[in-house]
Nanobody, 124 residues
Framework: QVQLVESGGGLVQAGGSLRLSCAAS????????VGWFRQAPGKQREFVAT????????YYADSVKGRFTISRDNTKNTVYLQMNSLKPEDTAIYYC?????????????????WGQGTQVTVSS
C-alpha cells in the first residue's frame, strides 16, 4: 500500500503561484507513475498532469499547459505541482495519485492510490 498526503494548498489571488506537494509513505513511489487531478464543486474529477517514474515523460491538460509543472524527487518520495499564473477557474480540490506501473495516463481509473486532497482557491 501507498499512502499519499498532499499539502501546499491555500488562497491566492489571480496571477499568483502555489506549489503543491505530495508525500508518499508505505510502499513509496518506486516504479510508479504519478499524477495530479482536481475537482471543482459540482464537477467531475479531471486530469491535470502526470509524470513517469524517471521524470522523463510528462503530460498536461491543455487548460494548464505552460502554467503548471509537475516534478518529483524520488529520494524524498515526494511529487510536486508548481502552479503559476493561477486563474479563478483553477479553484478546486487537488488530488495526488499514483499507479502501479510507469506509463503516463490521464484516466482516473488507471490510478491505484489517492491522497485526500488539498484545497486551492484563486480569487479574482
Amino acid at each position: 500500500q501507498v499512502q499519499l498526503v498532499e499539502s501546499g494548498g491555500g488562497l491566492v489571488q489571480a496571477g499568483g503561484s502555489l506549489r503543491l506537494s505530495c508525500a508518499a509513505s508505505g510502499r513509496t513511489f518506486s516504479g510508479s507513475a504519478v499524477g495530479w487531478f482536481r475537482q471543482a464543486p459540482g464537477k467531475q474529477r479531471e486530469f491535470v498532469a502526470t509524470l513517469n517514474w524517471a521524470g522523463t515523460n510528462t503530460y498536461y491538460a491543455d487548460s494548464v499547459k505552460g502554467r503548471f509543472t509537475i516534478s518529483r524527487d524520488n529520494t524524498k518520495n515526494t511529487v510536486y505541482l508548481q502552479m503559476n499564473s493561477l486563474k479563478p477557474e483553477d479553484t478546486a480540490i487537488y488530488y495526488c495519485a499514483a499507479r502501479r506501473s510507469q506509463g503516463v495516463v490521464t484516466s482516473t481509473r488507471a490510478y491505484n492510490y489517492w491522497g485526500q486532497g488539498t484545497q486551492v482557491t484563486v480569487s479574482s
